[in-house]
């Protein structure tokens, strides 16, 4: 009896707590992570770039002038983001002046009416498949852009030989992307892309006062884009953004090599 009675009041007990536990309200689940929406607007300083590439019967295998120049560049982008996928509207305008053509060896300048002007937009969906790679907030993803773009080139090669070139198109390109979430105050990504964009190209000549010349054909593309991201007061950011280009054009009459580089900064706003 003497044992039974302190093994009856220990039952008891257990049974007293576990009935008040079971009374008491679960704790509430942790609340999902919502999608966050957010916008940027930027403005910074380009260099450009074109190569052309002869094309006869067979191409050189590169051209060693390059038709170089620099001026303002504006982009925007409006981001729809969560813990495992991401929307970007990406749009961006640039124009460039100041041209020379530049050797290995020597750098001539240009007629100072030369321009070129970029025009592009892009929509991309990404997902991060690999999160938290090596540290909390780092994350790795694919994704896949679709890209529309439009460039002008203006040459004057005296005063009365000039070249006016438009070419237009669209395509699609694979992405590689590194997410950085792990401070509060400072944010990072980068990607890297490739694909081909089908283009129409049009040129009118001078000395061919007629009409003008179409062609069209398949391109290659790669860019190379790196951003951070500082906190300045709530969902306020400075945003700096640089960003690597490259594009290739050609076609059976035609080929050339575009490059541009640009350091864009401007502020950012998450809600």
């Given amino acids: 009896m003497r044992i039974l009675i302190p093994v009856i009041v220990a039952a008891a007990t257990a049974l007293a707590a576990a009935t008040t536990a079971s009374a008491q309200p679960a704790p509430a689940a942790s609340a999902p992570i919502e999608k966050s929406h957010g916008w940027s607007a930027q403005a910074g300083y380009e260099v450009f770039s074109l190569r052309d590439v002869s094309r006869n019967i067979k191409p050189p295998d590169a051209s060693p002038i390059a038709w ?6 504006v982009s925007g982008r409006y981001e729809i983001s969560a ?7 990406d749009g961006s305008v640039s124009r460039n002046g100041g041209f020379s053509y530049v050797a290995p060896t020597a750098s001539v300048a ?3 009416s030369d321009s070129a002007s970029r025009f592009d937009l892009r929509y991309e969906y990404r997902r991060y ?13 694919l994704g896949v852009q679709g890209v529309g773009t439009r460039v002008a080139f203006d040459r004057h090669i005296t005063s009365t030989l000039q070249t006016a070139t438009r070419t237009s198109g669209g395509g699609v390109a694979g992405v590689v992307s590194l997410r950085l979430r792990r401070w509060q105050r400072f944010a990072a990504d980068a990607s890297w892309g490739n694909g081909a964009v089908v283009s129409l190209r049009t ?18 593309l790669s860019d190379l884009f ?5 906190t300045l007061t709530g969902a306020t950011r400075l945003s700096v953004t640089w960003r690597r ?9 035609f080929s050339y090599s575009g490059h541009r580089q640009s350091l864009n900064v401007g502020i950012s706003y998450a809600y």
């Avoid at 170089?68 to 560049?73: I, L, M």
């Avoid at 813990?83 to 509207?89: C, N």
């Avoid at 040129?203 to 003008?212: K, Q």
């Avoid at 062609?215 to 290659?220: D, V």
């Fill in 68 to 73: 170089r120049g620099s001026g303002q560049a």
């Fill in 83 to 89: 813990l495992k996928s991401a929307h970007l509207f």
């Fill in 110 to 112: 240009a007629s100072a």
């Fill in 129 to 141: 498949f690999l999160r938290d790679i090596g540290f909390d907030g780092f994350d790795i993803g």
């Fill in 203 to 220: 040129t009118e000549h001078s000395a061919n006062p007629s009409g003008d010349e179409s062609f069209s054909g398949g391109n290659y």
């Fill in 226 to 230: 790196v951003r951070g991201d500082v």
């Fill in 245 to 253: 280009g490259f594009d290739y054009y050609a076609s059976d009459h």
